[in-house]
């Protein structure tokens, strides 16, 4: 089993940053993958970013060159640093993580105002 705890979501201006922090307990060992998904009011949950084991990353187009993810192995923490963040950005944003099935964060709020 595997627990996922994030941060670092609020209310911010339009071109302001955040970074939110997603840590994960339990049975770690074998991470193929961690992720950020958003669903905004109304819309679909989408990937936003993507790591994997490989060290590989992999955006969403509308995030690139904005949002970095990152992962600290020490900490078993992944990293979504939003920059430049626009209105559009508003959604709750989940953590997600691989073993051999998807495990998921409760969520945390990201709100960008105009």
């Known amino acids: 089993q595997v627990h996922l705890v994030e941060s670092g979501g609020g209310l911010v201006q339009a071109g302001d940053s955040l970074r939110l922090s997603c840590t994960a307990s339990?049975?770690?060992?074998?991470?193929?993958?961690m992720a950020w998904h958003r669903q905004a009011p109304g819309k679909e949950r989408e990937l936003v970013a993507l790591?994997?084991?490989?060290?590989?990353?992999n955006y969403a187009d509308s995030v690139k060159g904005r949002f970095t993810i990152s992962r600290d192995n020490a900490k078993n923490t992944v990293y979504l640093q939003m920059n430049s963040l626009k209105p559009e950005d508003t959604a709750v944003y989940y953590c997600?993580?691989?073993?051999?099935?998807?495990?998921w964060g409760q969520g945390t709020q990201v709100t960008v105002s105009s």
């Open positions: 997600r993580a691989t073993i051999l099935r998807n495990y």
């Open positions: 790591w994997t084991r490989t060290g590989s990353t």
């Open positions: 339990g049975s770690i060992r074998n991470i193929n993958a």
